[in-house]
C-alpha cells in the first residue's frame, strides 16, 4: 500500500480564509463583484487611487449598482488591501522555510514589513490618504487587521503551539502584539513621524519572541 503524505498548510491556505469578511465571502459566488473587485486592485497596483465613480464607469454600470456588488468604498479598498497582503505574507514564508519556531515568526515578519516598506504603489495609497490608510490598516474594527491578526495567531500555533513563551501569553495576545509591532515600524511615519524600518522590527519580533542573536 502505498502512503499519500498530506500537504502542509500553509499561509495561502489560512490567510485566504482568516477571518474572512462579507465581500471576500462575495467575490467567489458573485461574478460582477469579483469583475469589480479586480479591477480596483489593478487601479490600486498602478499606483492610482481607487475612485468608486470612476470605476463604475469603467465597468459600464451606475454607481448604485458597484455599491450593492461591493459594498462601499471602505469595504473594497481593505479587501484590495489583503488580497495583496497575504501573497507578501505566502513570499515571506517561502524565504523562511529554513528557520523554524519564533526565529522563522520573527523571519516572516519581518520580510513582511520590509516588503511594505519598499511597495510603491502602498507607500503611495499611505502618502494620498494617511488618515483612512491608518483607519483601514491598523484600528480593531479594520476587517485588515482582524485577519492580519487571525493568521499570525496560526503562525505562533503552528511554529510554537498552544502554550508559546512557556505559557506566558496565549496565543492570541502574542499574535496581537505582533501585529501591533509589525504596524508600528510599517507606519512610523504616519504615526510618529519616524521612519519605518524593517530592521527595527526585527529587532523588535526577536525580542519578543526570545529569540537569540
Not at 500553509?10 to 471576500?24: E, H, V
Not at 454607481?63 to 468604498?73: A, E
Not at 507606519?187 to 523588535?204: E, H, K
Amino acid at each position: 500500500m502505498t502512503s499519500t503524505a498530506t500537504a502542509p498548510v500553509t499561509i495561502a491556505d489560512t490567510g485566504l480564509s482568516a477571518a474572512p469578511s462579507w465581500l471576500s465571502e462575495r467575490l467567489a459566488t458573485h461574478a460582477d463583484a469579483l469583475r469589480a473587485f479586480e479591477a480596483a486592485r489593478e487601479t490600486f497596483i498602478s499606483g492610482q487611487r481607487i475612485d468608486m465613480g470612476s470605476l463604475a464607469t469603467s465597468l459600464g454600470v451606475e454607481r448604485t449598482s458597484l455599491f450593492r456588488w461591493v459594498g462601499n468604498r471602505d469595504a473594497l479598498l481593505s479587501e484590495v488591501l489583503w488580497s495583496l497582503a497575504v501573497p507578501t505574507l505566502v513570499q515571506a514564508e517561502h524565504a523562511t522555510a529554513e528557520l523554524t519556531g519564533g526565529e522563522r515568526i520573527a523571519g516572516i515578519l519581518t520580510h513582511f514589513v520590509a516588503d511594505l516598506n519598499t511597495a510603491d504603489y502602498f507607500r503611495g495609497f499611505l502618502r494620498r490618504e494617511p488618515a483612512r490608510a491608518l483607519r483601514l490598516l491598523t484600528t480593531k474594527e479594520s476587517p485588515i487587521q482582524r485577519r492580519y491578526v487571525a493568521t499570525a495567531e496560526w503562525l505562533v500555533r503552528r511554529e510554537l503551539g498552544e502554550m508559546p513563551l512557556g505559557g506566558a501569553i496565549d496565543p492570541a495576545g502574542l499574535a496581537y502584539l505582533l501585529v501591533r509591532m509589525s504596524e508600528s515600524f510599517t507606519y512610523a511615519d504616519l504615526i510618529s513621524g519616524d521612519q519605518p524600518s524593517a530592521a527595527r522590527a526585527r529587532v523588535a519580533f526577536r525580542l519578543l519572541l526570545r529569540v537569540d542573536g
